[in-house]
Nanobody, 114 residues
Framework: QVQLVESGGGLVQAGGSLRLSCAAS????????MNWYRQAPGKQRELVAIISSGGTTNYAESVKGRFTISRDNAKNTVYLQMNYLKPEDTAVYYC????????WGQGTQVTVSS
């Protein structure tokens, strides 16, 4: 059974930082790209960052220079370090595993107050 469990969300003031974690089980974690998406109220889910199995990263323009995605294959965990947070970063953040079937985590709420 595949599970992706996010943690690390919360309430933070603008300019602050949070680190999200996504622990995966039931997949060969090191073989797949991992992604972070987010969905704000009333908006479509959008890709925030992706890290390939080899460690190559890409980011949405809106978070470049502020967010960093990384992975620890020994811990089957992907991280999203979020710095200089803005109110517009407020959303539910989801982890997604790019396996053939694709798997989502349950999401973790990030709220940035102004």
């Amino acid at each position: 059974q595949v599970q992706l469990v996010e943690s690390g969300g919360g309430l933070v003031q603008a300019g602050g930082s949070l680190r999200l974690s996504c622990a995966a089980s039931g997949i060969i974690f090191s073989a797949y790209a991992m992604n972070w998406y987010r969905q704000a109220p009333g908006k479509q889910r959008e890709l925030v960052a992706i890290i390939s199995s080899g460690g190559t990263t890409n980011y949405a323009e809106s978070v470049k220079g502020r967010f960093t995605i990384s992975r620890d294959n020994a811990k089957n965990t992907v991280y999203l370090q979020m710095n200089y947070l803005k109110p517009e970063d407020t959303a539910v953040y989801y982890c997604y595993a790019s396996t053939l079937s694709g798997y989502w985590g349950q999401g973790t709420q990030v709220t940035v107050s102004s």
